[in-house]
Nanobody, 127 residues
Framework: QSQVVESGGGLVQPGGSLRLSCTAS????????IGWFRQAPGKEREGLLC????????YSADSVKGRFTISRDNAKNTQYLQMNSLQPEDTAVYYC????????????????????WGQGTQVTVSS
């Protein structure tokens, strides 16, 4: 069964850092547009960062520019979200996603539904 599984969430103090991982099984992540989303209580799901390596396009939400970065390790079939300078407003459930043949902006703005969603991992920023 093809899927993506996240890990790495938790509690962090304001100003701290956290790295989330998302490992794919059953398909090659490098062939897909990858992305990270989050959803806070009472809010809609928000696309944060999406990258289509093959087409060379990417999308970054203003709320995370300069603080969050996305990367992948093809040998591990895994993508990562490095989050720095975390603030309480970053508290949310974070989801990774993968979509084949998707433009980065379309995926992050949910104009193109991802083919795979992770189960979500809670990130809480609090002192």
């Amino acid at each position: 069964q093809s899927q993506v599984v996240e890990s790495g969430g938790g509690l962090v103090q304001p100003g701290g850092s956290l790295r989330l991982s998302c490992t794919a099984s059953g398909f090659t992540l490098d062939d897909y547009t990858i992305g990270w989303f989050r959803q806070a209580p009472g809010k809609e799901r928000e696309g944060l960062l999406c990258i289509n390596r093959i087409a060379g396009n990417r999308y970054s939400a203003d709320s995370v520019k300069g603080r969050f970065t996305i990367s992948r390790d093809n040998a591990k079939n895994t993508q990562y979200l490095q989050m720095n300078s975390l603030q309480p407003e970053d508290t949310a459930v974070y989801y990774c996603a993968a979509a084949q043949y998707a433009a980065a902006q379309a995926m992050c703005r949910l104009k193109r539904e991802p083919d795979y969603w992770g189960q979500g991992t809670q990130v809480t920023v609090s002192s």
